[in-house]
């Protein structure tokens, strides 16, 4: 045993064991002086301590982890959440509102849910979606689904991560079986049953970012269901598709004013051995039971502004100065173009909203588009809630919310467009008109910020150019070198050569 | 009464209560602004509901007082909480000295040093370059996690098996502290993965769900130890001046200011860890730059955290401030980053003028009264906080992470792995394999 050496002055009033009996230094709770090196004999209470302490852990975290597995996750209503349940895992049950979608940064997708007290905004990671893609799991409007996610609550959004796929529950709504020639705009968001004989299998043409279209005909009529690559790619035998009996599960859209139905998985396409039987006409109970639901007012959202001492005031355009910098205002104005980040970039969305002559430009980021109910169309009054920045000098609303962009009104439906006129027939009189032109697409140009085609009927040709602020990219993304459209547009002269500016909007349409 | 006087009242009384409340060894200002919260989410929507220009300036005020003020039971006491690295051995140096007051001053100082960066530098250059800065790194962050836990892992040095014939003993002997510390951080991992997944805190209060963990983790080990093995305080002097000067701040400013902003600025990363990777990165090795670094680090930690919460164009949440005030206001704009910043700057000058009387007022204290009734006394306030807003549940919890925080302090590890409770899930959940994880422990 080491001999206690005398304790350095100042030290002398400790216990012997809490100097060091080397070096005399205070060393506290450890057992080899930190100085010299020695150890230092504790009594026993540290000693037991330290495999108490070791013990207590173990079993503690077993036993923690024991209760954490067997406890059954609470089911909340979404009307009774509080602010302090941030960072909760609840247990949700109740209907899709939206088709999941998603992100554009392919990073996972998310979908609204409604459990009938409130509604909320559900995101799942990439992996997760991969996991449902292969189990069919993907979420779709009306379906009836119960899952565990954690809970995101903040002043003004209410959002939830999905836990796992494995609590992940989901009972498909009910699909009515439908003839071809019975799908009308009445069943616009619902998903239904097809079945039928396909008469044509066309592929996308080659470089475009068009979808497979599939045509099918029963006996009231034909349809054309479309689905993407990846939904090719996972049917088991494509190549029998053209001549067979199909039946298919499909979710009914409008696409530039035409009604559009969508295969979302390759699991809800079954090959027939035979002719498939007609479905009644009439409506079944299950039908009139989705007719039902279709006509159910949506539940009030909660209302989470809390802790806003007023609502932040609303001004025109024409009232946003650079003065008001720093300032937090309600913006209300026509919605006169959307420019989405280009892809691979990090830029925001910009909007430019329009009251009178006055204009304002309003940005935000991808991860607040999101969170956006209704996304800003050309044409359509939205009010945004911001905060007002310069950017070159000029002022522009910073939007920090999804939740602070509403639509006050829709966008109205185009006026209809002028009677086709030959690319011949158009001169410089007609500058600042709008005319309709019908002809076939040459390759296309990039201008920057926007595309160029030139356009061919058989009395000549001129140049169709898409504002990418304008035209939606679903429309540019449907056409393709050699296609035949019909655009309106407003006739413009640039280099001493006319052209056809594209309306905004679903201006341009393929016609074969 | 005019909004100027509203806040300027709030930001003084939030101070002054938090600076008080700092000298409560054990108690962290997160769980009174956690009662806090629930007191002003009750009043909501009534007649008496609270204005964000009272409890925005009160919580700012809050967090500037403790971060200063909770130098003095760090020092004096021997509590230090989740941030404090260097700060203990060096302080009680000092406290064992004689020259506990002076320890604390210069802490304090190293905090107004903070303050003054904080508000005069970094303040008008974040609105500028953090979100451009965060729009970089956001996709990156999993691996920077990866790094410091793997930095933080590895630079624990053997403490021991130095002496004695070579084998089997002098090997464990050597490995003893890195084997306490690997397991503490896989133990800490594990409570979080349970925590973070399927939290036993009820939904209600589950805002408050890690609390009790790092109660556990941190305060209740301390508060233990000294009622065990209590050291007696010999007789303390206080000092007109303090053995610093100019050049002494500006490398504490320098080293502090890189810790805390790492932390502050980085998911997770606590002031603790902050300050080991600036320690690293700076190699100061004076002792006062040590004590003054950490009083900055403490500061920028805390604070700046919480301030880029309102920083406009980047509102970004860290620290469990921000997260609270989260759940009450989403700030908007220029007005709310100019009362934060002013709330900070008058808060730091009051919290710094309170922190002689304080830490004379405490020295006193602890000479009247026994070390280990002090510790006794603040293991009851601890433990009614923790049964308070998470109840028997969040006690429970308490006591198994209780367990996992005495292995560092009674092994001799480092106190920082204890941070595995959220280090560890957090870069398994951001880097994509989390749910893998939670699936093997039949969490999900």
Known sequence: ?512 | MSAFWIVLLSVCAGTVLSSVLACLPGLHVYNVMGAMVLGILALEGGTHAIPPDVYLPAMTGMIVGWSMLNTIPAVLLGTPDESAMFTVLPGQKYLMAGRGFEGTMITAVGGLAGAFFLVCVMAPLAPRYLPVSQQVLKGHMHWVLWVIITFMLMSEWPKGGNRGPAGWAKFFDAWKTLIAGLITFLLAGLLGFILLTRSPVGHEVAFQNIMPAFVGLFAIPWCLLNMISAANVPPQRTAKSLAINGDVILRSVWSGGLGGGIAAYFPIVTGGVGGMLAGHATAQRDERIFIMGQGVSKFIYYVGAFMLLFVPGLNLTRGGGAWMIKTLYTPLGWADYYLVLGSIAVASGIAFLMMEPLTKLTLKFIDRFNYRHVSTVALAIIIFMVVAVTGWIGLFIAVVATGIGLLPVLFGSRRLNCLGILLLPIACNMSGFGETITGWLRLT
């Open chain 1, 1 to 512: 045993m080491t001999e206690n050496k005398q304790a350095l002055p100042g030290h002398e009033t400790q216990s012997s064991e809490m100097n060091c009996p080397s070096c005399g230094r205070f060393v506290g709770a450890v057992s080899k002086c930190p100085y010299c090196g020695a150890k230092v004999e504790k009594r026993m209470s540290l000693v037991a301590t330290r495999w108490a302490a070791v013990l207590l852990a173990t079993i503690g975290l077993f036993l923690l982890w024991l209760m954490a597995v067997k406890r059954d996750v609470p089911v909340v209503r979404l009307s009774d959440v509080q602010p302090t349940m941030n960072f909760a895992q609840i247990r949700v049950e109740g209907t899709v509102k939206t088709d999941a979608r998603p992100f554009r940064t392919g990073t996972g997708m998310s979908f609204n849910f409604t459990d009938g007290t409130g509604s909320i905004i559900v995101f799942v990671s990439k992996k997760q979606m991969d996991a449902m893609t292969e189990q069919n799991l993907i979420p779709k409007a009306g379906d009836q689904v119960s899952f565990i996610g954690g809970l995101n609550v903040s002043d003004d959004q209410l959002s939830m991560r999905l836990l796992s796929v494995k609590d992940f529950r989901l009972t498909r709504a009910v699909a009515e079986s439908v003839r071809l020639g019975d799908i009308t705009e009445a069943l616009k968001g619902t998903s239904v049953t097809l079945a039928g004989k396909v008469t044509r299998l066309e592929p996308p043409p080659e470089g475009s970012n068009r979808p497979y279209a599939l045509h099918i005909r029963d006996d009231s009529g034909e349809q054309v269901v479309n689905f993407w690559q990846s939904e090719y790619e996972q049917i088991e035998n494509p190549d029998a598709l053209p001549g067979a009996f199909v039946r298919l599960r499909v979710s009914v859209a409008t696409y530039q004013k035409q009604l559009q139905l969508k295969l979302g998985s390759a699991r809800d396409l079954e090959i027939l051995d035979g002719p498939p039987a007609a479905p009644a006409p009439v409506l079944s109970p299950a039908q009139k039971a989705a007719e039902t639901y279709r006509k159910t007012t949506p539940p009030v959202s909660r209302d989470f502004s809390r802790g806003r001492a007023s609502d932040a005031p609303a001004l025109a355009p024409a009232d946003i100065t650079a003065d008001r910098k720093g300032h937090t205002v309600r913006v209300r104005g026509r919605v006169t173009s959307v420019t989405p980040p280009k892809a691979g970039t990090k830029q925001p969305f910009a909007v430019m909203l329009r009251d009178g002559d006055a204009s304002l430009r309003v940005t935000y980021w991808s991860s607040t588009d999101e969170f956006i109910a209704d996304k800003p169309v050309p044409g359509a009054v939205f009010e945004m809630e911001g905060v007002v920045d310069v950017y070159r000098d000029r002022p522009q609303l910073m939007v920090e919310s999804g939740y602070k962009v509403r639509q006050i009104e829709a966008a109205p439906a185009p006026a209809e467009a002028p009677a086709p006129v030959a690319v011949s027939a158009i001169t410089a009189a007609d500058k600042g008109q709008i005319r309709t032109v019908e002809g076939t697409l040459g390759a296309p140009r990039d201008l920057g910020k926007g595309t160029a085609y030139t356009l061919t009927d058989e009395s000549g040709s001129l140049d169709l150019v898409l504002w990418h602020s304008t035209v939606p990219a679903e429309v540019r993304d449907a056409l393709a070198e050699g296609q035949t459209v019909a655009a309106t547009g407003v006739i413009g002269e640039y280099e001493n050569q006319l052209q056809l500016k594209a309306n905004p909007g679903e201006s341009v349409r393929p016609l074969r």
